[in-house]
């Protein structure tokens, strides 16, 4: 492997020159670098990256860590979050948890132990708490991105759960559905209970009882069973629409009503969080609030690297972005009139 000694001997200058050249640093004549920088080039030099963090005390890396790669809300807020890295000089480690504490945990160990600048964080839910501690122990950077943790304090990107559930749910309510259910994630995930809390208050707000049978919970990646939707298709009252909370349980419900012959809308008005890629075939496309994914990773990364070179204010920071309702085929009017109380 080529030294700097090895390009100082040939450059006929000192390796203290060579370092200069290569950092940008010090008060060395256009000639002399000139020199140098050709010699680097025709000896392939590549500088030690490892060794110039440890002088520096920074890498220009930073980790993105993900609660599901394969949901496309992800893939988009990862996009994001890589474009915005390489405008502003930086690397991205990209980690995926699968919604798992433990896995993500070990992710934690590999992320302090690569040096990185900073953490872009979607934690799995609020069981992450720890694992956000040792990064804060560390005093390393953290960006928390679309899910809060309580009992950790930092700067973070969040969409508004709570309001887009209360459109989505009022969508339906205007099509004349009074029997919605809601088909969420696991409640020790803050998007979760924000959605849920949305879905209440539009029942509250236009006078329609919440019954506890139109209410299931479904870990967000697993998706849904063919015999969870069946339940709720053969209850004495179905439900006529549900409400997933993401695209992935909607997906789910949706093909396991298909596996049962119903038809979507038909039988059942489908709507849900998150938007889906062009790439997803579904037909009845979906009725959704959309969050604009690629910009809770292009934000996350600005924040995170103002906070890394000192440039964000001392309080932490929370940026709420806003989401969208795109009304498709998958919702239409209820089969039944309904008398409004």
């Not at 290569?22 to 008060?27: A, E, K, L, Q, S």
């Not at 799995?124 to 804060?136: F, H």
């Not at 037909?283 to 910009?295: C, G, I, K, R």
Request: charged letters at 25%; a neutral charge.
């Amino acid at each position: 492997m080529v030294t700097i000694y090895d390009i100082a001997k040939k450059a006929g200058c000192s390796a203290m020159t060579v370092s200069r050249v290569i950092n940008n640093t010090g008060r060395i004549s256009a000639d002399t670098r000139k020199r140098v920088l050709s010699i680097m080039q025709e000896m392939n030099y590549v500088p030690n990256s490892m060794a110039r963090s440890l002088v520096k005390q920074e890498t220009r890396i930073l980790s993105l860590l993900i609660a599901d790669i394969t949901n496309p809300f992800y893939t988009s807020l990862a996009r994001g979050a890589e474009d915005a890295a390489r405008q502003l000089g930086y690397r991205l480690l990209l980690a995926n948890s699968d919604e798992s504490i433990d896995k993500e945990k070990e992710y934690i160990e590999t992320v302090l132990s690569a040096r990185v600048d900073g953490v872009l964080f979607a934690p799995a839910g609020d069981d992450s708490l720890p694992n956000l501690q040792k990064l804060k122990k560390q005093d390393l950077p953290i960006v928390l991105l679309d899910r809060e943790v309580p009992g950790i304090e930092c700067d973070m990107v969040l969409g508004d759960s709570k309001d887009g559930a209360k459109r989505l749910t009022e969508h339906l309510i205007s099509l004349g559905h009074r029997r919605i259910a809601l088909l969420n994630g696991a409640s020790t995930v803050s998007t979760a209970r924000l959605r849920r809390e949305g879905y209440e208050e539009a029942h509250k707000l236009h006078h329609l009882p919440l019954r506890p049978d139109y209410l299931t919970e479904a870990n967000y990646r697993m998706g849904v069973t063919d015999s969870l939707m069946e339940r709720l298709m053969q209850m004495p009252e179905p439900p006529t629409a549900l409400f997933a909370a993401n695209n992935f349980l909607a997906l789910g419900a949706i093909r396991a009503l298909l596996n049962k012959g119903y038809r979507v809308p038909e039988d059942l008005s489908v709507v849900c969080f998150d938007e889906l890629e062009a790439g997803f075939v579904v037909d009845p496309f979906m009725t959704v609030v959309a969050q604009p994914a690629y910009d809770f990773g292009y934000m996350g990364i600005q924040m995170l690297v103002d906070r890394i070179q000192d440039k964000a204010p001392a309080g932490w920071r929370k940026i709420m972005l806003p989401s969208e309702l795109h009304v498709r085929k998958s919702s239409k009017e209820a089969r039944f009139s309904f008398k409004h109380e």
